[in-house]
């Protein structure tokens, strides 16, 4: 009885981490397409970079697969489900360590592509399409101008010459970019000032990280005890 009864605690603990994987799945994508959204825009389509979102968004959706997996398996007291569950959960974990690893390894790498496509895109700000708008919303967020800084936008054929978008104005008014004053715009580049505002949110991501990778090891560690239960033909409720 008191096997019978841990096992039935456990069950119940198990649903509870169900839940919280439901809720990571669900933010793991939505951090994903963010983070897509971002790439699609700064970053050349096909680099080592820009496929780290896909990634993330394709181990969210598999996580809530599996957790759909594991609910039935716990429902129906299935060894199979459950031992599919296991062995889906920890490649889920093998996953995100290796996409932490490759994060890490390539964050230089990141950085120097996000810095030519950032060029890139400034080449692209005279056609007035999307990039414009987008490059625009990026300067005034992070009060910067230019990639290394104000300077790069004499490379652009910007009209009329010789100025520079009115985003990068400390007081964004329409027209503030022509015959700019140096103590009037932001001076330092976009691709540092946006380095800088991820590298001080890189401990709440890695803190956040190290959150959904103990709940899922919680998740491997209840799953196995129940998969041992089920298999040693204990009733389970």
């Not at 981490?17 to 897509?36: D, N, P, S, T, Y």
């Not at 290394?148 to 007081?171: F, G, H, M, Q």
């Not at 505002?197 to 560690?221: C, D, K, P, Y």
Request: hydrophobic letters at 50%.
């Amino acid at each position: 009885m008191a096997v019978e009864g841990g096992m039935r605690c456990v069950k119940i603990l198990h649903y509870v981490l169900l839940l919280a994987f439901f809720a990571c799945a669900v933010g793991l994508m939505a951090v994903g397409i963010g983070a897509l959204f971002i790439f699609n825009q700064t970053v050349s389509q096909g680099t080592a970079s820009s496929v780290l979102p896909v990634v993330i968004i394709a181990v969210g959706a598999f996580l809530f697969l599996v957790a759909i997996v594991g609910c039935c398996g716990a429902c129906q007291e299935s060894y199979c489900l459950m031992l599919t569950f296991v062995i889906f959960l920890s490649l889920i974990v093998l996953v995100e360590v290796a996409t932490a690893i490759a994060g890490y390894v390539l964050r230089d790498k990141v950085r120097s592509e996000f810095n030519k496509d950032f060029r890139q895109q400034m080449k692209n700000y005279p056609k007035q399409n999307q990039t414009d708008l987008f490059l625009d919303e990026m300067q005034k967020k992070f009060k910067c101008c230019g990639a290394a800084n104000y300077t790069d936008w004499e490379t652009v054929p910007l009209e009329p010459k010789d100025r520079v978008p009115d985003s990068c104005c400390i007081n964004v008014t329409v027209g503030c970019g022509v015959n700019f004053k140096v103590k009037d715009i932001h001076t330092e580049g976009c691709v540092e000032k946006i380095g800088a505002w991820l590298r001080s949110n890189v401990l709440v991501v890695a803190a956040a990280a190290l959150g959904i990778a103990f709940v899922e090891v919680l998740g491997i560690v209840f799953a196995c005890c129940l998969v041992k239960s089920i298999q040693s033909g204990y009733e389970v409720m």
